[in-house]
């Protein structure tokens, strides 16, 4: 069935370096990706997308990578900050539907 | 910024006893969608809605949930006897196009 994924459940960085948190994806008919943060208590806020046709975007801070051929996502973020602390998903639709489907979810911890 | 706002923000109810959560979208949007997530979990779908019907919903959505739009700004998820599995945060969000909002999320506990 479909699913979304991600590799490490928490990823702890000093402030200042680069974070890359990575996502995999099982449905190759999906042509669409998006990353977002959710802070505590809070719901999930858009960071940036990507589609399929494409394999790299790139946002302030952040980048996002699209590898089509082993289905990986990954979002890089510049120069991290404490700000960034929160968990990110990944999601990802096919364009017949606006239904999103979620990964699991990694913890970003930005270390002062 | 024009946001997503939901209310309210923390409902607890007892079982069997029926909710309806609130949402307002963003004003220009079309398209309408329910998420939950149960605490330490992904979000998982719900349903999304437009031009005034279902236009997909996920097995969890069974009939015990329905949603509305009952006039031009609120969209409402309701539980008609809720359980305590439905114990959960219950994102609303809405879309132009392809990239939706979510809102702060309602918080409910069932006991």
């Known amino acids: 069935g479909e699913s979304v994924g991600l590799h490490l459940p928490t990823l702890s960085v000093q402030e200042g370096d680069n974070s890359i948190i990575n996502c995999a994806y099982s449905n190759s008919a999906s042509d669409y990706f998006i990353w977002y943060k959710q802070e505590s208590g809070k719901g999930p806020q858009f960071i940036i997308d990507i589609r399929s046709n494409m394999d790299k975007r790139q946002g302030q801070r952040v980048t996002v990578l699209l590898n089509k051929t082993v289905k990986h996502l990954s979002l890089q973020i510049a120069a991290t900050q404490p700000g960034d602390s929160a968990v990110y998903f990944c999601?990802?639709?096919?364009?017949?539907?606006?239904?999103?489907?979620f990964g699991q979810g990694t913890t970003l911890q930005v270390k002062p | 910024e024009p946001e997503v706002t939901q209310t309210p923000s923390h409902q607890v109810t007892q079982m069997g006893q029926e909710v309806i959560l609130r949402c307002v979208p963003i004003?220009?949007?079309?398209?309408f969608y329910w998420y939950r997530q149960i605490l330490g979990q992904k979000v998982e779908f719900l349903v999304s809605f437009y031009n005034n019907e279902i236009s997909e919903k996920s097995e969890i959505f069974d009939d015990q949930f329905s949603v509305e739009r009952p006039d031009g700004s609120n969209f409402t998820l309701k539980i008609r006897s809720t359980k305590l599995e439905d114990s959960a945060m219950y994102f609303c969000?809405?879309?132009?196009?392809?990239?939706?909002?979510f809102g702060p999320g309602t918080r409910l506990t069932v006991t």
């Open positions: 004003s220009n949007h079309l398209y």
């Open positions: 969000a809405s879309s132009a196009k392809i990239e939706q909002y």
């Open positions: 999601a990802e639709k096919t364009s017949n539907t606006g239904k999103l489907i």
